[in-house]
């Protein structure tokens, strides 16, 4: 048989060990999915306490049941490290390392690029290895080929394979998770695709090969740059609507009845998370090396980014009418995370707000059940949630809505607040009847 039969046999009858490097929101859900599928799963995490957690048995990512981690441990499926030379006993690898930005703006590679590294001085013959961060386009082929293969002496497609696969987790969500959502696999060669959709077949639903890592790169950019440009232009139909008198939850509600060639987005205060705002500037980062500007990325970002400011103008503005100023008004943030119902606060845009707030002098507090803590490690502050959620929003000058939780009761705020400035349509119901409550 050749290398690539072998491998192919040994994923297939589920004999391959599998090693996650990464341990977060991406590896963990996956490292469960394979383990649950048969095979042996080792995840490699530079952070003690994760793996620490695992080996114990305790889950720490919401989507990921405490019971599962404790059964798949228990049964020897699933295990944890500090200690990246058990990749000399891996055959497959998925690396699920961060890709955040630079303060500047840039990619930040240093996550795969040291990830890489580590992997690098394990590389054997007949080992398999899927990328999974989202990434610039080129980057499967120019940095990790290089550093796995070339650089060792095997040849890829022959002797190793390696392929790009992105990870379309979407954190609280139950209908689809990683075993139901189609994955997309691009290979640097037809055999390297061969390989890994072999593997992944094993453990996940929906394989769709595409014809090089660099279409799969993409296809993933795609998908979240749609969000954000489509985030983008109902953020600016939000400030156009402000100007001209009209509800643009009504106009968006009244679109999106139209059955087909529409698709519902909503404004808010601003993009959150590890996603959205940031993987469509590795594309525009990338393209500047092609001395071609990104025009829709670059536009809808700016709009984007500027929303934490424009909703501070018009709680500014709604606290004049009322007849107090911004600066000494107490003002209760209500929600951190980044969208409803999770405990991740990356990137969210109840920080920027709750930093511009406080900068133009008001007494900011927050309240959200799931973030007991916020530490803001560039501006240097940090804060606790309330306690009392309810007589905060009765001592509040202004409650201002920036995550829709699920568990707020809207009623009993707006029954209770002196004003509201909702910019997630939560009090859709409750607005009309009190005329205490600003909308986005
Ligand atoms: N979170 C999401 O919803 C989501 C969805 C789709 C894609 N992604 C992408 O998946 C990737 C991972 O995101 P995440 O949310 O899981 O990040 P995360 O921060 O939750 O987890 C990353 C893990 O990698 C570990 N790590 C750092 N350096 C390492 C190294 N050299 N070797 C091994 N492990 C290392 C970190 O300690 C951390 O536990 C990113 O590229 C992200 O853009 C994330």
């Known amino acids: 048989m050749t290398t690539k039969e072998t491998l192919i046999k040994n994923l297939k009858d589920k004999k391959a060990r599998i090693g996650i490097l990464g341990l977060g929101y991406v590896g963990l859900p996956l490292a469960v999915v394979f383990a649950e599928a048969g095979f042996h799963v080792t995840g490699i995490d530079p952070d003690s306490r994760k793996a620490d957690s695992i080996?114990?048995?305790?889950s720490y990512i919401p989507d990921v049941?405490?019971?599962?981690?404790?059964?798949?441990?228990?049964?020897?499926?699933?295990?944890?490290?500090?200690?990246?030379?058990?990749?000399?006993?891996?055959?497959?690898?998925?690396?699920?390392?961060?890709?955040?930005?630079?303060?500047?703006?840039?990619?930040?590679?240093?996550f795969i690029l040291s990830a890489t590294d580590e992997l690098a001085k394990y590389m054997h013959k007949e080992m398999?290895?899927?990328?999974?961060?989202?990434?610039?386009?080129?980057?499967?082929?120019?940095?990790?080929?290089?550093?796995?293969?070339?650089?060792?002496g095997l040849v890829v497609g022959e002797d190793w394979f390696l392929a790009f696969s992105p990870e379309r987790v979407d954190p609280g969500r139950e209908d689809f998770t990683t075993i139901n959502t189609p994955k997309v696999m691009g290979g640097i060669t037809e055999a390297c695709s061969e390989v890994a959709?072999?593997?992944?077949?094993?453990?996940?639903?929906?394989?769709?090969?595409?014809?090089?890592?660099?279409?799969?790169?993409?296809?993933?950019?795609?998908?979240?740059?749609?969000?954000?440009?489509?985030?983008?232009?109902?953020?600016?139909?939000?400030?156009?609507?402000?100007?001209?008198?009209?509800?643009?939850?009504?106009?968006?509600?009244?679109?999106?009845?139209?059955p087909f060639g529409f698709m519902k987005f909503t404004p808010g205060p601003g993009l959150g998370g590890h996603c959205i705002p940031i993987d469509p500037l590795y594309l525009s980062w990338k393209m500047k090396s092609f001395q071609y500007n990104a025009r829709f990325i670059e536009l809808a970002s700016e709009i984007n980014t500027n929303m934490p400011r424009y909703v501070v103008s018009r709680i500014m503005e709604a606290l004049n009418e009322r007849g107090r100023a911004l600066k000494g008004s107490k003002v209760l943030v209500l929600g951190a995370a980044y969208k409803p119902d999770i405990d991740d606060v990356r990137e969210s845009p109840a920080l920027d707000?709750?930093?511009?707030?406080?900068?133009?002098?008001?007494?900011?507090?927050?309240?959200?059940?799931?973030?007991?803590?916020?530490?803001?490690?560039?501006?240097?502050?940090?804060?606790?949630?309330?306690?009392?959620?309810?007589?905060?929003?009765?001592d509040a000058d202004a409650v201002v809505i920036i995550t829709n939780h699920k568990v707020y009761d809207y009623r009993a705020i707006v029954e209770s607040a002196a004003f509201v400035f909702d910019s997630r349509n939560a009090t859709r119901e409750f607005t009309k009847s009190t005329g205490k409550v600003v909308r986005l």
């Open 65 to 110: 049941k405490t019971e599962t981690v404790d059964r798949l441990v228990k049964s020897g499926c699933l295990t944890a490290t500090t200690d990246f030379s058990v990749l000399r006993e891996m055959d497959a690898v998925s690396i699920c390392v961060p890709t955040p930005l630079r303060k500047t703006g840039d990619p930040d590679m240093s």
């Open 55 to 58: 080996t114990r048995g305790v």
């Open 197 to 258: 959709t072999a593997w992944y077949e094993g453990a996940i639903k929906t394989v769709h090969c595409v014809s090089s890592a660099e279409a799969a790169e993409l296809a993933k950019l795609l998908e979240n740059t749609f969000r954000m440009i489509n985030i983008g232009l109902v953020n600016e139909l939000a400030i156009m609507c402000e100007r001209l008198g009209v509800d643009v939850w009504e106009v968006i509600d009244a679109a999106a009845t139209k």
């Open 353 to 394: 707000v709750i930093g511009l707030l406080k900068k133009k002098g008001a007494a900011v507090e927050y309240h959200d059940p799931y973030i007991p803590h916020i530490h803001h490690e560039i501006d240097g502050w940090q804060m606790d949630s309330v306690k009392d959620m309810m007589k905060a929003v009765r």
């Open 128 to 152: 398999v290895v899927v990328l999974e961060s989202t990434t610039y386009p080129g980057t499967t082929r120019e940095v990790l080929l290089p550093k796995l293969g070339t650089e060792s």
